[in-house]
């Protein structure tokens, strides 16, 4: 019986990761491929090959982004941009959506953007407890006039929902710096501490020398 369950949960263990992973890329695939919605009914895969082949909208979605982004990096397309978004300022409802999306957008895939490119460790819930945070950027204007500019912006995902969370200002002295890439700690942060990533190996020369590059801060107490 002990080892009926042993390969049960073996199995299951092979299994899960593998049937959510294929869940999620149907979803997305299923989402991308609306976008064969603009194209014209006797162009799409069912009127030239009698079935819907999946993915077509995937690779035009693609297509779509690339030529957009290819059309907004040279001068008139930022210049068609900058008309795009005049006249969508004029609209009261959406001015408010568009302004706010475009904003936090540009904060966070923005090549030149510094929100979701650290990971530190904060007190919370309480003073006697410590999470891994996400570095959003630093505070500014009004609140810098009550807490000063020390302070850091940083996001606290939860587990294992990391799309949730809690938004928190602390000061810079309160946190430590952690040599992990934000995608190992969002992998941490899933696992529930199962999945810590391991230290970064430090380089011959620094073994020789006696100096690790990589040292890892103590939290402050």
Same mark, same amino acid.
């Given at each position: 019986m002990a080892t009926l369950r042993r390969y049960l949960v073996a199995g299951l263990l092979v299994w899960i990761?593998?049937?959510? $992973?294929?869940?999620?890329? #149907?979803?997305?695939v299923d989402l991308m491929d609306q976008s064969l919605l603009f194209v014209p009914v006797r162009f799409r895969s069912e009127a030239l090959l009698g079935?819907?082949?999946? =993915?077509l909208g995937a690779v035009l979605t693609i297509f779509i982004l690339l030529a957009t982004g290819a059309i907004a990096a040279n001068f008139f397309g930022r210049r068609l941009l900058r008309f795009w978004e005049s006249g969508l300022g004029r609209i009261p409802i959406v001015r408010s959506i568009y /302004? =706010? %999306?475009k904003q936090i957008s540009d904060t966070l895939f923005s090549p030149d953007g510094k929100a979701f490119r650290r990971a530190v460790l904060v007190r919370y819930p309480h003073p006697g407890a410590w999470t891994v945070a996400l570095v959003t /950027? #630093?505070?500014?204007?009004?609140? $810098?006039?009550?807490? /000063?500019?020390?302070?850091?912006?940083?996001f606290v995902p939860t587990t294992p929902n990391i $799309?949730? /969370?809690?938004?928190?200002?602390?000061?810079? #002295?309160? $946190?430590v710096e952690l040599q992990m890439s934000v995608d190992q700690a969002l992998?941490?942060?899933?696992?529930? =501490? %199962? #999945?810590?990533?391991?230290r970064a190996p430090a380089r011959p020369e620094s073994i020789a020398s006696g100096t690790d590059p990589n040292p890892v801060p103590s939290p402050r107490t």
């Amino acid at each position: 019986m002990a080892t009926l369950r042993r390969y049960l949960v073996a199995g299951l263990l092979v299994w899960i990761p593998l049937a959510i $992973t294929f869940w999620v890329l #149907a979803l997305l695939v299923d989402l991308m491929d609306q976008s064969l919605l603009f194209v014209p009914v006797r162009f799409r895969s069912e009127a030239l090959l009698g079935f819907h082949l999946p =993915g077509l909208g995937a690779v035009l979605t693609i297509f779509i982004l690339l030529a957009t982004g290819a059309i907004a990096a040279n001068f008139f397309g930022r210049r068609l941009l900058r008309f795009w978004e005049s006249g969508l300022g004029r609209i009261p409802i959406v001015r408010s959506i568009y /302004g =706010g %999306v475009k904003q936090i957008s540009d904060t966070l895939f923005s090549p030149d953007g510094k929100a979701f490119r650290r990971a530190v460790l904060v007190r919370y819930p309480h003073p006697g407890a410590w999470t891994v945070a996400l570095v959003t /950027g #630093a505070p500014e204007h009004e609140v $810098t006039d009550h807490l /000063g500019r020390d302070q850091v912006s940083v996001f606290v995902p939860t587990t294992p929902n990391i $799309t949730a /969370g809690f938004f928190l200002i602390v000061p810079r #002295a309160d $946190t430590v710096e952690l040599q992990m890439s934000v995608d190992q700690a969002l992998k941490y942060i899933i696992s529930m =501490g %199962v #999945a810590e990533p391991v230290r970064a190996p430090a380089r011959p020369e620094s073994i020789a020398s006696g100096t690790d590059p990589n040292p890892v801060p103590s939290p402050r107490t």
